[in-house]
Each structure stands twice: as C-alpha cells, then as structure tokens.
Nanobody
C-alpha cells in the first residue's frame, strides 16, 4: 500500500505563491500517474493537475498558466508550484497516486488564500 504525505500548505495573500510537496512511502519509479486534487468547503473534490511517469502533464483550466506540477522519482516526491494564487484557490489539496490500477490518497494539506 502506498502512503502519501502532503506538506507545504498554509496561509498566503492573493497574488502570492506556495509550493506543495507529496512524498510517497515507496519508489515512485513504480507508480504511474500522480496528481493533485482539491476540495473547497461545500464543494466536490476536483482535479488540479496530473503528471505521468513520462512527465506528461495535464491541468484544470482554472489553474493553467499559474500552477506547475512536477515529480522527482529519485526523491519519491511530486510537487505543485502554485503562483498568482487567488482566493478561489482556497481548499484542502490532496495528493493522488495510481499504481497498477489502485488509487491512493494522502490526507491533504490546507491552502488558504486571503484577499
């Protein structure tokens, strides 16, 4: 079972930046698609960005041009660089990993963007 631990959340003013990290409990050389999702209060969890083992990325329209997902398989970590943050980006951000058809989730890290 893959365990995922997120870090890097916090409080930031609109226009600011944060970098989220998600460390896996095992080598990410064994993991295919990894990604970040978020859930705002009262809303459903939604896709933010994904990255394949080969480094192919996909972004939600709402974050394109502002967020960048990357992964470092030697450090078993996936990152989410968030720039030009907006109040509507406020949410709990969850790391996601898919290994051999099984999906794993982290417990989430809270990002709060003040106006």
């Amino acid at each position: 079972q893959v365990q995922l631990v997120e870090s890097g959340g916090g409080l930031v003013q609109a226009g600011g930046s944060l970098r989220l990290s998600c460390r896996a409990s095992e080598s990410t050389f064994n993991i295919g698609l990894m990604g970040w999702y978020r859930q705002a209060p009262g809303k459903q969890r939604e896709l933010v960005a994904t990255i394949s083992f080969a480094g192919i990325t996909n972004y939600a329209d709402s974050v394109k041009g502002r967020f960048t997902i990357s992964r470092d398989n030697f450090r078993n970590t996936v990152f989410l660089q968030m720039d030009s943050l907006k109040p509507e980006d406020t949410a709990v951000y969850y790391c996601n990993a898919n290994k051999y058809g099984t999906t794993y989730w982290g417990k989430g890290t809270l990002v709060t963007v003040s106006s």
